[in-house]
């Protein structure tokens, strides 16, 4: 099965800045929307970003203006370029596809945003 492999998380300061990707292998990558998850613990896992394959983005209020999504359907790459980063953002983020079936959840790649 196939299974998103993210990476670039962190440990930051607030006012920080990381750029997090995330790549899905096979050939079908370009077709879908796809999205940026985060959870922390005892909560359920939210929807931050979201981009379509047309390039179409939205984003959730709490990320708005510091977070930017973007896709390369070349390299099967998706990528979160996240700006002034807050202790709120500290989660472990995931990629998969928006709506339809999902890809099996991968592994996710921990952000630490310290005060």
């Known amino acids: 099965q196939i299974q998103p492999v993210e990476s670039g998380g962190a440990l930051v300061q607030s006012g920080g800045t990381l750029r997090l990707s995330c790549y899905v292998s096979g050939n079908i990558f370009s077709f879908y929307e796809m999205g940026w998850y985060r959870q922390v613990p005892g909560k359920e896992r939210e929807l931050v970003a979201r981009i379509t394959s047309d390039g179409d983005i939205n984003y959730d209020d709490s990320v708005k203006d510091r977070f930017t999504i973007s896709r390369d359907n070349a390299k099967n790459n998706l990528y979160l370029q996240m700006d002034r980063l807050k202790p709120e953002d500290t989660a472990v983020y995931y990629c998969?596809?928006?709506?339809?079936?999902?890809?099996?959840w991968g592994q996710g790649t921990q952000v630490n945003v310290s005060s």
């Open positions: 998969n596809r928006v709506t339809g079936w999902q890809y099996a």
